[in-house]
C-alpha cells in the first residue's frame, strides 16, 4: 500500500524532488526490518537514527500539499 502512495506522489508532483520520495522508501525499509525481527540482512544504503527520519518525515510535511 506504501509503495502505491509514493508512487502515486512521485507522478503526480513532479515538482518535489525524486530523491525525497526515495529517502522516505529506504526509510520505510529500514522500519520494516525494525518492526519484523531484524532477522534478514538489511540492503538499505546509508544509516538511519531517529534524527535523519524525522527530518525526511518533516520534509515530505513541509513540501507536499495535503489536503483534508
Known sequence: ???DILEGWRTH???QPANL???LRGAF???NWLAHGRYWTPKLGRK???AYVQL???SIVSRFPFVA
Do not use: C, Q
Open 1 to 3: 500500500m506504501d509503495e
Open 48 to 50: 538511519y537514527d531517529f
Open 13 to 15: 508532483y513532479t515538482t
Open 29 to 31: 525499509k529500514f522500519r
Open 56 to 58: 525526511i518525515g518533516e
Open 21 to 23: 520520495i526515495s529517502e
